[in-house]
């Protein structure tokens, strides 16, 4: 299997293949291009490769049509005039934030395995039937643990307060 024949016969058509399925041709381009370069680093066996190149690149449109619709939705949230970063700190707020953190990751690193994981996956924006597969329990009960694991974890950071 010559990746590079492969791409002069395929190409086309798996660019207008992409370009249908996500409507952007930038986006299409890419699609081709991420689809030639896992062609490269793990080649199919058993199977026909251009079904293979086509099955990838659907994939590939789904993941990015999924994360283009998230970060449509974040984009809606934020006004268009807020601005793109915090004001810069000084360092007494850098040496106070690094405490902190050290504080807070030392707490993190006090509590069980799972309320951990529960805790930083909710941080994340993880939602509870993902936070549920990761920790082995069911969705409904996902917010009483991560409310559990909250104030263990708050009963561990006496010194600091909410601001």
Not at 103 to 111: D, N
Request: aromatic fraction near 8%; charge should be positive; hydrophobic fraction near 40%.
């Amino acid at each position: 299997m010559d990746p590079e024949r492969l791409y002069i016969d395929y190409a086309p058509a798996l660019y207008r293949y992409a370009f249908h399925q996500c409507g952007d041709a930038e986006l299409a381009s890419d699609i081709v291009q991420e689809t030639f370069m896992r062609l490269i680093r793990q080649p199919p066996r058993d199977v026909s490769p251009r079904a293979w190149l086509f099955q990838v690149a659907t994939n590939l449109a789904r993941e990015w049509g999924r994360t283009g619709t998230r970060r449509e939705r974040l984009l809606k949230i934020v006004p268009l005039d807020a601005a793109h970063s915090d004001a810069p700190r000084g360092p007494d707020a850098d040496v106070l934030a690094r405490e902190e953190y050290v504080v807070v990751h030392e707490a993190l690193a006090r509590l069980p395995e799972r309320d951990r994981t529960i805790l930083l996956m909710r941080e994340q924006g993880f939602t509870h039937a993902e936070i549920a597969a990761a920790v082995g329990t069911t969705t409904k009960s996902v917010g009483t643990l991560a409310a559990r694991a909250f104030t263990k974890l708050r009963t561990l950071l006496p010194s600091i307060r909410p601001s």
